[in-house]
């Protein structure tokens, strides 16, 4: 139903696009990878991936070398592809994680070109790892700070994952790709279909565009509920379930997309007291019905959340314990925390205007940018 560019960048970026692209839900002109080498892009997508400078082969996880080289790169006249691939995208997805150096430093760049120069719409997912590593917990902290507070944010985390699988990390890291490209999947609209009780193209570009923090979550319904009663403990189940950072009831936007017969809506809350309970009470709530004749299922889309802060917090706190065990002191970046993710999201109820940009509004468009990203 929507346009979808996918960017993944990064070595954990470009696994989770390549896992996109391989399960069906982007097209191989949706594609597009972004690296500080091509060590980590498999033979047969390496001509997909742009490497950002053929001076620095990787960053070592250095958020600042990764920043540096994605300016350039950006910056750069005739060589800069992000500009064509995304003209004619309704939303353009920028998957990373936090922790690695080319990823958490470039994308943060990249979400500000695509919305201020591109004038695109922009949705970033990102995977927070393991949380073991200091470096990596430092750049996911350092990542959040620098976030820009008017994209749409969704946010996998692997360490949910490992309760499952022991410590297995390989395995977990797989299925948060997967939990990825289920997200992708729902967020583009590829399954629904036109129906009585219809979420519309405007209606889902509004919702995935609210500015702030996103949860996307899929449940089947089974065994089919027999009363709103049971409808209600699957959505407990599937919140309590979901692998995201939690965060507060303060969604603005709330779409969800049921795909069951007939028979099954009597047993349906279509009030959804346990979504606007855990997500809060939305300005809009879309509804879609379907029926396909697939497995019962639920799609639920909640928008223009508060950011994870106590998450983020937690994260930053095992930092700092980190630090503490290789003597690290870092005192400037303890004092930028304090205003981490002052999230006001300024929703209004009106679609954005993303008027396609000219050649020449472009380049000014690049000239003011990089004016002032360089101050």
Same mark, same amino acid.
């Given at each position: 139903?929507?346009?979808?560019? +996918? ?75 992000? &500009?064509?691939?995304?003209? &004619? ?41 393991? %949380? ?29 994952? /490992?309760?499952? /699988? ?11 790709? %997967? ?46 509920? @027999?009363?709103?009663? @049971?409808?209600?403990?699957? +959505? %407990? ?103 981490? +993710? ?8 009106? /679609?954005?205007?993303? &008027?396609?940009?000219? @050649? %020449?509004? +472009?380049?000014?468009?690049? @000239? ?8």
């Amino acid at each position: 139903m929507l346009r979808i560019k +996918l960017i993944g960048v990064g070595a954990a970026g470009n696994k989770a696009a390549i896992a996109a692209f391989e399960a069906g839900v982007i097209a191989e002109d949706e594609l597009l990878l972004i690296n500080s080498n091509l060590g980590d892009v498999p033979e047969a997508y390496k001509q997909y991936c742009i490497v950002l400078s053929d001076k620095v082969k990787g960053t070592g996880k250095e958020r600042d070398i990764a920043r540096k080289i994605a300016i350039e790169y950006l910056d750069s006249v005739g060589n800069n592809k992000v &500009d064509s691939f995304v003209d &004619d995208a309704d939303l353009v997805c920028v998957v990373n994680s936090t922790e690695g150096g080319t990823g958490s430093g470039s994308s943060s760049v990249l979400y500000k070109y695509l919305l201020n120069v591109s004038n695109k719409n922009v949705m970033g997912f990102v995977f927070t790892g393991f %949380e073991e590593d200091g470096r990596g917990l430092k750049n996911t902290v350092e990542y959040f700070k620098d976030m820009d507070e008017t994209i749409a944010l969704q946010i996998i985390s692997n360490r949910k994952f /490992l309760p499952l /699988l022991g410590k297995n990390k390989l395995r977990a890291e797989k299925m948060a790709n %997967e939990e990825f490209v289920r997200r992708l999947a729902i967020v583009s609209g590829r399954e629904m279909v036109e129906s009585a009780q219809n979420i519309d193209r405007t209606d889902l570009l509004k919702i995935v565009t609210t500015p702030g923090y996103l949860m996307a979550e899929y449940m089947e319904l089974t065994p089919p509920p @027999q009363n709103m009663s @049971q409808f209600n403990r699957l +959505l %407990e189940d599937m919140i309590a379930e979901s692998k995201a950072l939690p965060t507060n009831e303060t969604a603005k936007r709330i779409g969800v997309i049921i795909d069951c017969p007939q028979e099954l809506e009597k047993a349906l809350d279509f009030s959804f007291t346990t979504l606007v309970s855990t997500y809060g009470t939305p300005y809009e709530l879309f509804t879609h019905v379907q029926n396909t004749g697939v497995t019962p299922g639920i799609c639920v889309l909640a928008a223009g959340m508060d950011m994870p802060l106590g998450e983020v917090q937690t994260i930053y706190r095992n930092f700092q314990k980190q630090a503490e065990k290789v003597s690290e002191k870092n005192d400037s970046f303890a004092n930028a925390m304090k205003s981490l +993710l002052a999230v006001d999201p300024g929703i209004g109820f009106n /679609l954005p205007s993303k &008027d396609k940009v000219t @050649q %020449e509004e +472009l380049l000014e468009k690049k @000239q003011s940018f990089f004016d002032k990203l360089s101050k």
